[in-house]
C-alpha cells in the first residue's frame, strides 16, 4: 500500500486529488489542512481504513513533524499556499509564510525518505510575460509579487534538495485550474454565480487581459499517471491549456450558456497583479495525457450540471 500525504488537502486541488485516490484501495491518504483558504465542506465526507485528515499548519513544524514522522509517507503532495489574488495583495507577509511550510515539508521528506514529492507551483512564476507559449525551460521567471516569488522559491528549494539529497520532486505550475468546489475568488467560479443568479459580473479594466482555462480532470488525469508511471521525475510542467480567451470573452460566455440577465460593469484596473497575458506551452503535458483537453464551454456546462444536482440532493 502507498502512504500518500496530501497538504491544503481541503483545497480545490487536493480534496478532488485525494478523492481519486481514495478511490484506489492500494492508497493510504492522509490530508492535513489549517482551514485558512480550505473548506471542510471540500473532504471526503467519512473517514475510512485507507484516508483519514489531521487539522494542521504545515507552517508550524512541529505539527507537522508528529505527522510525518509518524506515518512516513511513500509520496507527498504539498499543495497547501495561501491563495486569491485579491487576499494575497491584501496580505503579503502571510503569503511570506508559506515559505516556511515549504522548508519544513522538503526537511521532512528527507529525514523519512519520502520517494517523490509534487509541488503545486504557478503560472505566476513567469511574471508579466515575455515569451509565448510559456515554456518550463526556456522562459525567463519575472516573478515579482509576493505569492509568485514564494511559488519561485519554493522550486528553488526543492531542485537544492534535490542537488543536495536525491529528493525526487515532480513541479506542476498550475495555469487556471477550474472545476467543481472552486472557490469563488477565482474567476470562472465567481462568474458562474453571478451569472446564475443574474447580477452583475464586474471586471477589472477592459477585460482584455488573456487567460487559459484547465479543467480539473485534465489536470488530475495528468498528476495521477505522472504518479502511477513514474513520469517526469525531477522536471517542471506547465497544467494548463493552450485555449486562450480574453476574461471580457469569458463573462460573455458564461451568460451565454446559463442565459443570463446579468451586465458586464467594468471597474478600474488593479494596479498590480493582474498579468495582460497568459499562455502555456503544455507539449509536455499532452505527450502523457494522450488525449484532448475538455473544452471550456464543455466544462463550464459539467460544474452547471453539478450545481443543480447538489440542489436536488
Do not use: W
Not at 101 to 123: A, D, H, M, Q, Y
Not at 272 to 301: F, V, Y
Request: net charge negative.
Amino acid at each position: 500500500m502507498s502512504k500518500i500525504l496530501i497538504t491544503g488537502g481541503a483545497g480545490f486541488v487536493g480534496s478532488t486529488l485525494a478523492d481519486k485516490l481514495i478511490s484506489d484501495k492500494n492508497n493510504f491518504v492522509l490530508c492535513v489542512d489549517n482551514f485558512l483558504t480550505g473548506k471542510r465542506g471540500n473532504l471526503p465526507p467519512d473517514e475510512t481504513e485507507n484516508y483519514l485528515f489531521i487539522k494542521c499548519d504545515v507552517n508550524d513544524i512541529t505539527q507537522i513533524s508528529d505527522i510525518m514522522l509518524k506515518y512516513r509517507f511513500d509520496y507527498v503532495f504539498h499543495y497547501a499556499a495561501f491563495v486569491g489574488v485579491k487576499r494575497t495583495l491584501e496580505n503579503p507577509l502571510m503569503v511570506l509564510q508559506d515559505i516556511d511550510g515549504i522548508k519544513n515539508v522538503l526537511k521532512l521528506c528527507n529525514e523519512t525518505k519520502v520517494k517523490r514529492l509534487f509541488f503545486s507551483s504557478s503560472s505566476e512564476v513567469y511574471g508579466e510575460p515575455v515569451e509565448f507559449p510559456q515554456n518550463e525551460e526556456t522562459t525567463p521567471l519575472n516573478s515579482k509579487l509576493p505569492y509568485a516569488v514564494v511559488k519561485n522559491i519554493g522550486e528553488a528549494f526543492i531542485k537544492a534538495y534535490h542537488k543536495e539529497y536525491g529528493l525526487d520532486y515532480t513541479i506542476l505550475r498550475f495555469f487556471n485550474t477550474y472545476g467543481n468546489r472552486q472557490s469563488e475568488d477565482f474567476v470562472v467560479a465567481k462568474f458562474l454565480n453571478l451569472a446564475l443568479n443574474h447580477e452583475a459580473i464586474t471586471i477589472y479594466g477592459e477585460g482584455s487581459q488573456t487567460r487559459t482555462f484547465c479543467h480539473i480532470d485534465d489536470n488530475l488525469d495528468v498528476t495521477l499517471k505522472i504518479l502511477k508511471e513514474n513520469l517526469a521525475i525531477n522536471q517542471v510542467i506547465n497544467i494548463g491549456s493552450n485555449s486562450e480567451i480574453s476574461i471580457l470573452e469569458l463573462a460573455k460566455l458564461i451568460i451565454k450558456i446559463t442565459n443570463s440577465d446579468s451586465s458586464i460593469v467594468h471597474l478600474p484596473a488593479l494596479k498590480e497583479g493582474d498579468m495582460t497575458r497568459r499562455m502555456p506551452d503544455i507539449s509536455k503535458m499532452k505527450a502523457i495525457l494522450g488525449k484532448e483537453l475538455i473544452g471550456l464551454e464543455e466544462g463550464i456546462n459539467d460544474i452547471i450540471h453539478a450545481k443543480l444536482q447538489r440542489r436536488r440532493e
